[in-house]
């Protein structure tokens, strides 16, 4: 995949979105009946938000004639998508998470359609090679929101 990359050849197919805000806590994640999750943490400087999220599923394989699919996002809590503040009365139907080991998982679960939500944070600025950060944004932890159906992809790798 790197060298169709890097060679233009097709857009890549990420298997979760970077949103928000870097360092959070407070995480939770609810999912509705509706194919929309809520997302409310709390971000560095104390700030609480509700983030009401939609939209993709299953990552498209790279194609360059296949739009890429990505979620949707009222960072107001449902006012902008829905004219009032959906994360008030947000209907949470998550089951528990029953899907393989996930690196790096902060929460995750099962809607009821089937599908799986799960929230991860990782460290993607780090320098390489061991070299300590020597920029505040690289220590900053980021995090990322999936949502797929039926079993996980393989990664494949030789020489």
Request: net charge positive; hydrophobic share 40%.
């Amino acid at each position: 995949m790197l060298v169709a990359c890097l060679l233009g050849a097709a857009a890549p197919a990420f298997a979760s979105e970077q949103f928000g805000d870097l360092d959070v806590s407070f995480l939770s994640l609810a999912v509705n009946d509706h194919g929309g999750a809520l997302v409310t943490y709390r971000t560095s400087k104390g700030v609480v938000r509700h983030v009401y999220v939609w939209g993709a599923i299953n990552a498209n394989a790279p194609n360059p004639n296949a739009p890429q699919v990505h979620f949707k996002y009222d960072y107001s809590g449902g006012l902008k998508r829905s004219g009032r503040q959906t994360w008030r009365t947000f209907a949470d139907r998550c089951a528990p998470y029953d899907g393989p080991r996930l690196a790096w998982l902060v929460n995750a679960c099962k809607s009821p359609d089937g599908s799986y939500w799960a929230l991860q944070r990782w460290q993607r600025m780090l320098p390489m090679r061991g070299i300590a950060p020597f920029r505040p944004e690289q220590s900053a932890f980021e995090l990322h929101l999936s949502h797929w159906s039926g079993p996980l992809p393989v990664v494949e790798v030789s020489p």
